[in-house]
Nanobody, 124 residues
Framework: QVQLVESGGGLVQAGGSLRLSCAASGRTFSSVAMGWFRQAPGKEREFVAAISWSGGSTKYADSVKGRFTISRDNAKNTVYLQMSRLKFEDTAVYYC?????????????????WGQGTQVTVSS
């Protein structure tokens, strides 16, 4: 069993930065990939970024590549999403996720556990 709790969401102006955190607990944490999805009102949940257990493999959606950075600290059982040069279209609820590997974690059907979500609002 894995539990995920996100934090760090809030209101930020376009062009600004924000860092999301996801604290994980459970015996399977050290052996799985972790990532982030987001969902805007009226839209489907979409993949944002993923990182392997070791941190050696990362994946990003084209829409955030070069602006967002995913990282993890296994000693703290925490994954981060550093968001910079934020745009209005980044506004969404951001969800932390766990899966078997980064490839499977690029789609919602590869997610084994979800966090509760944290709201990110970017003003224009």
């Amino acid at each position: 069993q894995v539990q995920l709790v996100e934090s760090g969401g809030g209101l930020v102006q376009a062009g600004g930065s924000l860092r999301l955190s996801c604290a994980a607990s459970g015996r399977t944490f050290s052996s799985v990939a972790m990532g982030w999805f987001r969902q805007a009102p009226g839209k489907e949940r979409e993949f944002v970024a993923a990182i392997s257990w070791s941190g050696g493999s990362t994946k990003y959606a084209d829409s955030v590549k070069g602006r967002f950075t995913i990282s993890r600290d296994n000693a703290k059982n925490t994954v981060y999403l550093q968001m910079s040069r934020l745009k209005f279209e980044d506004t969404a609820v951001y969800y932390c996720a766990v899966g078997d590997n980064t490839a499977r974690l690029m789609g919602v059907y590869g997610v084994d556990y979800w966090g509760q979500g944290t709201q990110v609002t970017v003003s224009s």
